[in-house]
C-alpha cells in the first residue's frame, strides 16, 4: 500500500556557495540540489551570504528574489560585522518565515563551513538539520585544524551527512568526523542538458568545461590534445570557461602550435554550454583531484562518452560511458582520447543519456530528497 501523501514543508537552506549578480558561477550544483527538491513540492528558501558592503549604514541587510518556484535571500553586512551578524539575520528570517504562516521545517546546509550555524539554529529554532558535503578540501587534505574542529562537532549531531560521492564519504571519515551518512550525487536539469536529436559522423569535436586553475590542469589536456591532433589532422579543441591561468594556457596553445585547432570560447550560460555539448563528441576532463564534477555528468546527459582522469568521483560517474586515464599524464590521457574516438560508434548518445537521466536527473535527485526531507521531519531530533 502506497504511503499517504506528506505536505510539502519549508526548507532553509544554508550554503557555502551559490550562483549570485556578483558570482554567477558559483556553486552552480547547490542551486540545482534546491531546484531537483523544489520540483516535488517543497518551499525552499535559500539564505546567501553575499559578503561585506561598506556602502550599508544598518549592520547588515537582507534583500530577496525569486528565481522560479525558489525565495533567495541576500545578506550583505558591513565590513567586520559578518559573524556577529549572520546568526541574527538567519533567525530575522526564520521569524519572517513563520508569521507567513510557512516556519521552517528543517535546516539543509551545503558545505561543512556552514554545517556549524546549521546545527546551532538547529537547536535553537529546535528543528532538524542535514548536510550535502561536495568540497574537494577533504580528499585533498586541504582541511584547517579550525573546520576539521567545528565538523567533528556539527557533522554527529546532523540528522543526515550526505556527500556527493563514496570516495568523498571515505575522505570525510579517513579524518575522524563521525555522522550518519548517505551519498546524494549531483543533479542535472534534463530538460536544458539532452542529447542531440542526431549527430554527424566521424568524431572530430572534443569538448572541455572547467575554470582555468591549477587543479583543472588544462595544460595536460592541451599537450594530450596536441598528440591526437598530430595523428588527426581533422579535430579540434574548444576549452569552455576562463579563469586566473587562461593567459598561460593560449600561450601553451600557441607554443605547441595548435592554432585554430583550440578555441578558447570564454564563459558560457548553462544553455549555451549544452548547445556546445551536443554539437561535440568526446568530452575530455583533465583534473588533478575531482569530487563529483558537474561538468561530466552534465555531458554524459547530452550524450557525450568522457576521456577523462581517474580521480575523485569520476570513475563512478562514467562507468563504461568513457575512457580514463592516470592524472597528469599528457601522454595516457592523449591515449583515453583517441581510445574514445576510435570506438565512437560503440558509445551511443540516448543510451548515455538515458542512464545519466536516470542516475542525476532532478526527478532522480529530487526524489532522494524528498524521501531523505520527509524521513528527518517523522524522526525525533
Given at each position: 500500500m502506497a504511503p499517504e501523501p506528506v505536505s510539502p514543508r519549508t526548507v532553509l537552506v544554508l550554503p557555502a556557495w551559490y550562483p549570485t549578480v556578483r558570482h554567477p558561477f558559483g556553486g552552480p550544483f547547490t542551486r540545482d540540489h534546491v531546484r531537483a527538491a523544489a520540483a516535488?513540492?517543497?518551499?525552499?528558501?535559500?539564505?546567501?551570504?553575499?559578503?561585506?558592503?561598506?556602502?550599508?549604514?544598518?549592520?547588515?541587510?537582507?534583500?530577496?528574489?525569486?528565481?522560479?518556484?525558489?525565495?533567495?535571500?541576500?545578506?550583505?553586512?558591513?565590513p567586520g560585522l559578518g559573524h556577529l551578524t549572520h546568526l541574527p539575520a538567519v533567525l530575522r528570517l526564520a521569524q519572517r518565515l513563520r508569521r507567513e504562516g510557512?516556519?521552517?521545517?528543517?535546516?539543509?546546509?551545503?558545505?561543512?563551513?556552514?554545517?556549524?550555524?546549521?546545527?546551532?539554529?538547529?537547536?535553537?529554532?529546535?528543528?532538524?538539520?542535514?548536510?550535502?558535503?561536495?568540497?574537494?578540501?577533504?580528499?585533498?587534505?586541504?582541511?584547517?585544524?579550525?573546520?576539521?574542529?567545528?565538523?567533528?562537532?556539527?557533522?554527529?549531531?546532523?540528522?543526515?551527512?550526505?556527500?556527493?560521492?563514496?570516495?568523498?564519504?571515505?575522505a570525510i571519515e579517513s579524518y575522524g568526523?563521525?555522522?550518519?551518512?548517505?551519498?546524494?550525487?549531483?543533479?542535472?536539469?534534463?530538460?536544458?542538458?539532452?542529447?542531440?536529436?542526431?549527430?554527424?559522423?566521424?568524431?572530430r569535436r572534443i569538448v572541455n568545461v572547467a575554470l582555468h586553475v591549477e587543479v583543472k590542469a588544462l595544460d595536460v589536456l592541451l599537450r594530450a590534445f596536441a598528440r591526437v591532433a598530430a595523428e588527426r589532422p581533422e579535430v579540434e579543441l574548444e576549452l569552455i570557461g576562463e579563469g586566473p591561468l587562461t593567459p598561460e594556457l593560449r600561450a601553451l596553445a600557441a607554443e605547441l602550435r595548435l592554432g585554430e585547432r583550440v578555441r578558447f570560447a570564454g564563459i558560457k550560460t548553462s544553455r549555451e554550454i549544452a548547445d556546445r555539448l551536443r554539437d561535440s563528441h568526446v568530452f575530455a576532463l583533465s583534473?588533478?583531484?575531482?569530487?563529483?564534477?558537474?561538468?561530466?555528468?552534465?555531458?554524459?546527459?547530452?550524450?557525450?562518452?568522457?576521456?577523462?582522469?581517474?580521480?575523485?568521483?569520476?570513475?563512478?560517474?562514467?562507468?563504461?560511458?568513457?575512457?580514463?586515464?592516470?592524472?597528469?599524464?599528457?601522454?595516457?590521457?592523449?591515449?583515453?582520447?583517441?581510445?574514445?574516438?576510435?570506438?565512437?560508434?560503440?558509445?551511443?548518445?540516448?543510451?548515455?543519456?538515458?542512464?545519466?537521466?536516470?542516475?542525476w536527473s532532478f526527478e532522480a535527485v529530487g526524489g532522494v530528497w524528498d524521501e531523505i526531507y520527509r524521513w528527518l521531519r517523522q524522526s525525533p531530533m
Open positions: 516535488f513540492g517543497h518551499r525552499m528558501v535559500v539564505f546567501v551570504v553575499e559578503g561585506p558592503s561598506a556602502e550599508l549604514r544598518r549592520p547588515y541587510e537582507l534583500s530577496e528574489e525569486r528565481d522560479g518556484e525558489l525565495r533567495v535571500f541576500h545578506f550583505s553586512y558591513r510557512t516556519p521552517v521545517d528543517l535546516i539543509h546546509a551545503h558545505i561543512h563551513r556552514m554545517a556549524m550555524p546549521a546545527a546551532i539554529l538547529s537547536a535553537l529554532l529546535r528543528r532538524p538539520f542535514l548536510i550535502t558535503e561536495n568540497s574537494s578540501e577533504w580528499p585533498r587534505h586541504l582541511m584547517t585544524r579550525g573546520a576539521l574542529r567545528r565538523a567533528r562537532i556539527a557533522f554527529p549531531r546532523a540528522g543526515l551527512v550526505c556527500p556527493v560521492n563514496e570516495l568523498l564519504q571515505r568526523v563521525r555522522g550518519r551518512f548517505r551519498v546524494v550525487p549531483n543533479t542535472v536539469d534534463v530538460g536544458v542538458f539532452h542529447p542531440p536529436e542526431a549527430q554527424e559522423a566521424p568524431p583534473s588533478l583531484s575531482e569530487n563529483m564534477p558537474l561538468a561530466v555528468i552534465e555531458a554524459l546527459c547530452c550524450g557525450l562518452p568522457v576521456a577523462a582522469t581517474d580521480v575523485g568521483g569520476i570513475p563512478e560517474a562514467v562507468v563504461d560511458d568513457g575512457v580514463l586515464a592516470p592524472p597528469a599524464n599528457p601522454e595516457a590521457l592523449a591515449a583515453a582520447i583517441g581510445r574514445v574516438l576510435d570506438g565512437h560508434e560503440r558509445f551511443d548518445p540516448a543510451d548515455i543519456a538515458r542512464r545519466a537521466a536516470a542516475r
